[in-house]
């Protein structure tokens, strides 16, 4: 591999007539969260940069390289890249990206202006490589009306003539600059489809000498909840990695899309899930989905609810880390030449596509947003972003955490034991109500009850609640609960389950059940 002269690049640059060209004044970050830098040990002399400037952390998402990005950003700083995360308020230009090799765009949330969708093909023509990872269709976190596809293609489903259709006079402002356009397929040969397919192994993939070496150790990669691309000129775009034939809606398609789901049966007709491109100088790279990158080590708070996000542990999953790393490996290295005809590679054929894909005649499936955002959330105003987001000038509470201790064995003829249910990260000196617990068998029958405070008993079975919880100054809380289960269970064994007020489940385990009763 040969390594971009800077030098070079900013010459090149200084011949194009780019009039948003100007030093990043701007910052979104603070002193308290910094855009993080990762160094590698061994340098191999690459650079990569992580769009964080347009929405990546919205909702459930925490697409940061010292969050549930730092699988891949790991994993490339061990190969001997420096990673970093970009930051700003301001537009992103030409000028924030020359000094890098690659620029990964994760799974945008908030469209792109014209003049940033310029500055990243021209980035692609002077010999940058661009990764766009992209999600499905109705994958829209902040609510805005706005999906990661119709971000990355250009237009949005339903409204080319006016891409704040159905906004307020506010969030249309925060949305200046941004047109309608089909740039993504203009400028590199692709348009990300409106499917959607759940749950599925991706393992048709190009041999090495159709994929210049990409797919080297890369069989399955996985899809949940995701969608393929067409390819709209082979000259620019090619598929390396396809889904199987066969798919159906039953059985492949995400539970939530709002329409069919799966287009074309999977295959080659369902267009490729993973796809390269040559951009004049530079390369581009695309990928319908973010779970494959993405770990279970989120950053950020929800920044709508405040809420821990959970996130899927994809990068080590199947073939998906390897993958990726041959991704960025092919990204920065310097080719001769500028379309995929002029090398000896198979050209694909155009995918051929839906009526509902037609961006001048496409139409929502339902309204937008999906649902209504929570009153005093705006995506658009970082003040109104819960504690502990991104964003966020206030650190979150502590994690919450949960035990529950009860006897070895569980008495199974009417005699009681107590439970121990134990509280800690709390606020101290504060209280905390809401929390159930049960006991059931496998197959989910309850038989178990929680004794009333006046000392009767209930007169059925299921969750019960404990009452309330007082945390001490350690933001402890502890409290002993007593309990029985119904002497006709002859099963031996069982799960003791506690609940918080929002009912998620929070202690889960395994309990024996029989005549003895001894405590843990």
Not at 156 to 171: V, W
Not at 336 to 360: C, K
Request: net charge negative.
């Amino acid at each position: 591999m040969r390594k971009k002269s800077k030098f070079v690049f900013s010459a090149l640059l200084s011949t194009v007539m780019f009039s948003s060209i100007f030093v990043n004044t701007s910052s979104a970050e603070n002193a308290q969260d910094p855009a993080p830098i990762i160094t590698p040990v061994h340098a191999n002399g690459y650079s990569v940069l992580f769009d964080n400037s347009h929405g990546q952390t919205a909702g459930q998402a925490d697409w940061v390289i010292d969050g549930a990005f730092s699988d891949f950003a790991d994993g490339l700083t061990a190969e001997g890249y420096t990673v970093e995360e970009f930051r700003s308020d301001a537009p992103l230009t030409l000028n924030d990206l020359i000094n890098y090799d690659v620029f990964v765009i994760p799974e945008a949330q908030i469209p792109f202006t014209t003049s940033e969708q310029e500055a990243i093909a021209t980035f692609a023509e002077l010999g940058g490589g661009v990764f766009f990872i992209a999600d499905h269709y109705n994958a829209d976190r902040n609510l805005n009306r706005w999906d990661s596809n119709e971000i990355m293609n250009g237009w949005r489903r339903g409204a080319y003539q006016n891409p704040t259709l159905g906004m307020s006079s506010a969030e249309a402002n925060a949305l200046n600059g941004v047109e309608s356009s089909t740039w993504l397929s203009d400028e590199f040969g692709v348009e990300f489809r409106y499917n959607a397919i759940d749950n599925t192994v991706a393992n048709q993939v190009v041999s090495t000498s159709e994929s210049f070496g990409i797919t080297a150790g890369v069989s399955e990669v996985s899809i949940h909840a995701g969608s393929t691309l067409a390819i709209t000129n082979p000259h620019l775009a090619k598929g390396i990695v396809y889904l199987p034939n066969g798919l159906t809606a039953s059985a492949n398609k995400w539970s939530n899309s709002v329409d069919q789901g799966v287009y074309a049966g999977g295959s080659v007709a369902e267009g490729p899930y993973v796809a390269i491109g040559k951009k004049e100088l530079g390369k581009a790279a695309f990928i319908g989905d973010s779970s494959p990158v993405e770990d279970a080590t989120p950053k950020y708070r929800h920044e709508e609810t405040g809420n821990v996000k959970r996130t899927y542990d994809g990068f080590i999953a199947h073939d998906n880390g390897e993958l990726l790393i041959n991704i960025i490996d092919w990204l920065v290295q310097d080719e001769s030449y500028t379309t995929f005809a002029q090398t000896s590679i198979t050209l694909d054929s155009v995918t051929p596509r839906l009526s509902l894909e037609n961006p001048q005649t496409s139409s929502e499936i339902l309204g937008e947003p999906w649902r209504q955002p929570n009153a005093g959330y705006l995506w658009y105003d970082r003040s109104t972003f819960a504690d502990g987001s991104y964003g966020s000038d206030v650190e979150p509470l502590p994690t919450l955490s949960y035990a529950v201790a009860v006897p070895a064995v569980l008495p199974n003829n009417g005699d009681t034991f107590n439970a121990t249910v134990t509280v800690s990260g709390l606020t101290p000196l504060t209280t905390a109500n809401g929390y159930r617990i049960q006991v059931y068998l496998p197959g989910g029958t309850s038989i178990s009850q929680v004794q009333n405070s006046d000392g009767t008993w209930p007169t059925s079975y299921g969750y019960f609640d404990i009452g309330t919880l007082t945390a001490n100054s350690q933001g402890i809380a502890q409290k002993i609960i007593t309990m029985r289960l119904n002497p006709s269970t002859s099963v031996t064994e069982g799960t003791i389950r506690l609940k918080n007020s929002k009912g998620d489940n929070v202690v889960t385990k395994a309990v024996s059940i029989g005549a003895g009763s001894s405590f843990e």
